[in-house]
């Protein structure tokens, strides 16, 4: 079946990194994300990754994909007090024809 | 990026009565519209898909005579939220897409319904 599954929550400290881990289940994933959520909000796409690519980069953003072991990360840089959120992860399976599958989110929290 | 417009933003209403919500793309035609069910502290659950002209499909559970969606234009799609009960409150988010398979999807800014 078609899964993805991610950590609730992450602590960090201000100014240091956050990584964000996601797994999942369906190999013929053509295309990966990264959303983020703010409270009361809707989604935000942050960038996402075809399947064919190991990583991408984006200023403050770095999306790793191990296909093999099919595992997604989101590495933010120099986190900020406006990161706190909560980060999903999705997924558009090959056979889902444009319905993505979503993780549970994890909820980024920025201490001083 | 593209925008998608979703009204109202909050809506607080009286159990039993029904709840409107809509969801515009407004600078491209989104042939297929999904809307999504989120609760407390959850995920984001797909609840059907719709399909400009043609009947929308619902995931499995969810109750189409409760849900009323309508997608009569390639800019607008609506939810209805029919005699609502407090368990009906959540936040309920609408994407759009123009294409078969989208490489991104646009979301709305989410709707918070609370039935009292």
């Known amino acids: 079946g078609e899964d993805v599954e991610q950590s609730l929550f992450l602590s960090v400290r201000e100014g240091d990194s956050s990584v964000i881990n996601c797994t999942y289940t369906?190999?013929?994933?053509?295309?990966l994300y990264w959303y983020k959520q703010e409270p009361g909000a809707g989604l935000q796409l942050l960038t996402y990754?075809?399947?064919?690519?190991d990583m991408k980069q984006d200023q403050r953003l770095t999306v790793l994909l191990n296909k093999k072991d099919k595992h997604l990360s989101l590495r933010i840089a120099d986190t900020q007090t406006g990161d706190s959120a909560i980060y999903f992860c999705?997924?558009?399976?090959?056979?889902?024809?444009?319905?993505?599958?979503f993780g549970s989110g994890t909820r980024l929290s920025i201490r001083p | 990026g593209a925008v998608v417009s979703q009204h109202p933003s909050r809506v607080i209403c009286k159990s039993g009565t029904s709840v409107k919500i809509e969801c515009r793309s407004l600078?491209?035609?989104?042939?297929?519209m999904f809307w999504y069910r989120q609760f407390p502290k959850q995920s984001l659950m797909l609840m059907a898909t719709?399909?400009?002209?043609?009947?929308?499909?619902?995931e499995q559970g969810v109750e189409k005579d409760k849900f009323l969606i309508n997608h009569a234009s390639l800019t607008l799609s609506t939810l209805t939220v029919t005699s609502a009960h407090p368990e009906d409150s959540s936040f309920y988010i609408c994407?759009?897409?123009?294409?078969?398979?989208?490489?991104?999807?646009?979301f709305g800014q989410g709707t918070r319904l609370t039935v009292v």
């Open positions: 994407s759009a897409a123009g294409t078969a398979k989208n490489t991104e999807a646009f």
């Open positions: 369906d190999s013929s994933s053509t295309y």
């Open positions: 990754i075809f399947s064919n690519m």
């Open positions: 999705a997924e558009i399976p090959y056979s889902s024809a444009s319905k993505i599958i």
């Open positions: 600078d491209f035609q989104a042939t297929t």
């Open positions: 719709s399909n400009e002209g043609s009947k929308a499909t619902y």
